[in-house]
């Protein structure tokens, strides 16, 4: 531990006192501050809203991209191991 953080450490304990006695458990939620399943369902559906969804054109592209991706490293891995396999071969023969 390095001077400025040990200096960083005494002004925050200073400043608000010791890290344990800042972290408290949570406040015990009261069962009227809870929400409806109807109203909880109504903000899902209205953040849902707020969604940027991405367009038919753009799913297609980028699952080709990813298509394209794994089809390229899984012959990249293959090709490594079949060469590495092949010297092991040629190595203990």
């Known amino acids: 531990m390095n001077r400025q953080t040990k200096r960083m450490m005494k002004r925050q304990e200073s400043v608000g006192g010791s890290s344990s006695e800042r972290r408290r458990p949570p406040a015990p939620v009261n069962k009227?501050?809870?929400?409806?399943?109807?109203?909880?369902?109504?903000?899902?559906?209205?953040?849902?809203?707020?969604?940027?969804?991405?367009?038919?054109?753009?799913v297609v592209n980028s699952t080709l991209i990813v298509?394209?991706?794994?089809?390229?490293?899984?012959?990249?891995?293959?090709?490594?191991?079949?060469?590495?396999?092949?010297l092991v071969f040629w190595l203990y023969e």
Do not use: C, H, N
């Open 32 to 58: 009227g501050d809870r929400t409806s399943v109807s109203e909880y369902l109504g903000e899902v559906k209205g953040e849902l809203r707020k969604v940027a969804w991405p367009t038919k054109p753009e």
């Open 67 to 86: 298509l394209v991706a794994v089809i390229v490293m899984t012959a990249l891995i293959f090709g490594f191991d079949w060469t590495f396999s092949q």
